[in-house]
């Protein structure tokens, strides 16, 4: 009982609150309404009128007013013409058939016939009288070329066609042509009611099919300044299949902004901040790897707080156009710091890098306390140093530079020494699979091999190299983002050749404490260099002259005190060979350091002949109790075992997974479960002996560890490759 007494109120008020009420406003509801609301009234003003025996001037007068009332209220609301016209038409009709009815009389059968006649017209043409905003003319931004009808024309383009596709009213208020005439921006401002940008962004594809873009083109949508202003930044040219020259500023940057090499298709700026990550660049012979490396030795050169280094294995291509300038007396300054052309040099280079990177750990430990950073903070006196490697596939087949290199990469990050490496192919045997997992920047280049890209991004992305447009482009991923197909600047050598000039002013100095760190190795390097490379130069120019792909046998020259990079004439010498070999099991930073010699060297007497130069990388006496003497390495086949294809896809199948279920790695092979151990179990790779849990499945499948292992017996030739296996895929 109190239940019901409590919820009456409550349910009444309800009710009431529900029913459907009874509008009884004039406000007409529709064009028909409106039509027949109007005649009444004014049949009613004409029997008012002749009742009272009004004056027809109050009619004229009546006339007048509405109209000048409507033309000024509709300028106010930017009514556009037809609904104005519309309007003015009414109240004229409507004014003179009272003024009519005034002077002679209401009561005539033409009189009403007249009204019924004018109300008739006034429905039928209702549809005119609807409000629309007159269509603004865009601003044109100054200095753009278009004319403004084109702007303006565009604009109202733009503005139907997302009323057309989208259904949402835009108000387009600028067109701003790019500068590279390969798009333009429509500023937008979108309509209140809860209509957002991604609305148009989810729309983009059928906005650029509406809007006939060619192919490779499209629409994006970025913020404008506020969440109602909207840029749609439309592709009018696919830039990737543009030629695009090197654009010929040598203004000086720092590393720690991006380093640009390219566009995207539509424009952007294709660029890494090599700051930190270390990149990797793939892609087949001729594919545009070398032009590539040169527009990033360019980028990097312009920054004042960055050194490049070449470690150019590749016949002196990279290099040879930046030391020419050098070699023929036109700069004091060698533009690159550091260049070598062959393994002997390149391992004095990577040993130095790390010992210099190790250096820095300890000495500037100050210097991070005093920016309040973990970071080592680089500048003109303490300068980022970047070894680019060409050919890193040739690296890696020299145990020693491959163990250098991974090792520089790992521990160079913070101490600001970084590598950019090139490879013929992305694939474990030519690029170590944890170099290419510690690589925040990854570049494939275009080549008919599909694979490559599965290789290099990871498999199932959705890219294809169809998408690109041949040399000189390819797909980038910074951090493990979505590639994204660019197209790298075309450089010239006569580009080059202005840029060493420009850049051999810039460059800084490596810093002291590095310079010491890295000794004798680094303060000889321009001799050895200038020896080097002016030999290669007189291999290139004498036309019997045969250059050995893997660069000239190394020569040194006699250190004559701290190196200036002066054009000093110089003797040559054969280095004596760095006795150095890789510690059976151990990592490079196990390793003494290569760089400094057994003994503080005598400085040389400047006659003196080759036999007086220390042994650059004679190893000390270590503290662990080894000996100076050469450490062997395990004997290892003269020359490495190819990986077979199986093996290959599935370190790339793994990604970077640790343990992966059968059943998945079957699925991303293309296999049956069931050939999976047929193919593997030859190689010495099982499946782990216990099921274990990945995205919530427990299930027995195969470790990462266990093929990397396998693939490393198979280098060394321990495991003999069964004619099936090694046939896959095409058995
Ligand atoms: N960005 C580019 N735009 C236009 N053409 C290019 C571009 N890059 C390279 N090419 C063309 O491709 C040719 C080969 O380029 P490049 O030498 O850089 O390739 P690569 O991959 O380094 O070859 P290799 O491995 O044989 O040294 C160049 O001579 C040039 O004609």
Redesign the pocket.
Known sequence: MSTTTRTRPRTARNRAAHAPRVDWSLVPRGPVSATVQGALALAALGVVGDVTHLDPLVGVAAGTVGTVGTVVAGAHRDLSTAPLLYRVGCWIGAGSWWTYTLATTVWAQPVWAALGVGALASGVLSPLGRATARRRTPAVVPGTALVTRNVAAIGTDWEARIQRVCSVRVEVTNVIVWPTRAGYDVHLTLPGGGVTRKHLQDRAEALATDACLPEGCGVEFVGGGNRRLVIARVNTVNRLSQ??AYPADHSPRSVLEPVVF?EYSNSDLVGAVVREESMLVS??????????LQDISVALGRCADHLVWHLDL?GG?LTQPWIDVWLDGKVTRCPIDWAAPNAEEGKLMLASGITIAKHRKASYRKLKRAHDTSLLPVSPQLPQITIVVDEGAQAVQDRQLEALLGELQNIGRNEAVNVIISS?RPTSDLVPTNMRRQTGVRIQ?YGPDEDELGHMFGWHLGIAMDQLAG??TGFISVDGAQPRPF????ITPSQIEAAALAIAGLRPDLDEASAQAAGPAYATRLERMRAVFAAMADDFDDEDGDVDGGGPAPVACLPSGPSTGSAAPVAAAVVPRPRFEVLSGGAAADWPDLTTPAQPPAAPAATGTAADWPDLMALPTTPSGLSGAPVTAPSAPAVEQPLPEIVRRTIAAFGAAERMHSETLAALLGLEQADLPGLLAPLGIRPLPRAFLVSGKHKRGYALADVLAAADRIHRGEVQVPPQVAAWPAA
Not at 284 to 290: A, D, I
Request: proline share 0%.
């Open positions: 030629v695009i390219g892609g087949k012979r001729g594919s545009g790897k070398t032009t590539l590749n291509g013929l280049m040399k000189g197209r790298a600047y075309n």
